[in-house]
């Protein structure tokens, strides 16, 4: 398996404009996390799916965050209007049993790295 | 709620040092507990884990022992190379409340020098 696919892996955007995020999860895995790292924070869970249904979305810090899972291959994070302080680094995860996985491992993508001018 | 505490980096070793990152954690219940990597630029990688009490969890010649009397998960390694220059965070997983959900501690930043 090619592990978490996240794309696109640098997005820089002007205030105001809309960015659209991708996570692929690994093939069989039925939770997905979405989360955000920058300095002052650390790393943030914002929201988190299983089955394609949101559990917990108490971490999405406003109403310009949404984030759906359509299937089980794909995820998007979607921020609408996008502000300066939305630059972070956003990493897709996912777990579960397939592929000789556990519920004791949440295997990373790469993150996206987003840059809001 | 659960929480995890790490000490603050960052943290600068010389090569062949020995390393002790200190991790400790409140929890509910019986949480599975790890150390994840992050190397730059990249995402976070499994380093080593521990599902229960006593259990030693290790790679890559760091161990880390899972301390349900001290609530601790250490992270040692008994010579660093250049090549363990990364961000590394300590984190739970508790099954009480949200499956799979784990939580980090804010990292520690390792440089080692040649």
């Known amino acids: 398996d090619a592990g978490v696919i996240q794309s696109p892996r640098h997005e820089v955007t002007e205030m105001g404009q809309e960015v659209t995020l991708r996570c692929k999860p690994i093939?069989?895995?039925?939770?997905l996390f979405w989360y955000r790292q920058t300095m002052m924070r650390g790393l943030e869970l914002l929201i988190y799916?299983?089955?394609?249904?949101?559990?917990?979305d108490s971490g999405m810090p406003e109403d310009r965050f949404s984030a759906k899972m359509p299937n089980a291959s794909f995820s998007t994070l979607k921020i609408q209007p996008s502000e300066p302080r939305d630059s972070a680094v956003y990493f897709c995860a996912s777990l579960g049993l397939a592929g000789g996985g556990s519920y004791n491992e949440q295997f990373f993508g790469p993150g996206t790295r987003l840059t809001v001018l | 709620g659960d929480s995890v505490t790490q000490m603050e980096g960052p943290v600068t070793l010389s090569e062949e040092a020995f390393l002790t990152i200190n991790c400790t954690y409140t929890?509910?219940?019986?949480?599975?507990l790890f150390w994840y990597v992050q190397y730059p630029g990249e995402g976070l990688q499994l380093l080593l884990k521990?599902?229960?009490?006593?259990d030693k969890g290790s790679n890559k010649g760091f161990e880390a022992t899972y301390r349900k009397e001290t609530t601790s998960f250490h992270l040692e390694k008994g010579s660093v190379q250049v090549s363990d220059s990364a961000v590394y965070f300590c984190?739970?997983?508790?099954?009480?409340?949200?499956?799979?959900?784990?939580?980090f501690g804010k990292g520690t930043k390792l440089s080692v020098k040649p």
């Open positions: 799916f299983n089955n394609n249904v949101p559990i917990d």
């Open positions: 984190a739970l997983m508790n099954y009480g409340g949200s499956q799979g959900n784990l939580i």
């Open positions: 093939s069989g895995h039925d939770y």
């Open positions: 521990a599902t229960k009490a006593d």
């Open positions: 929890a509910t219940g019986y949480p599975s």
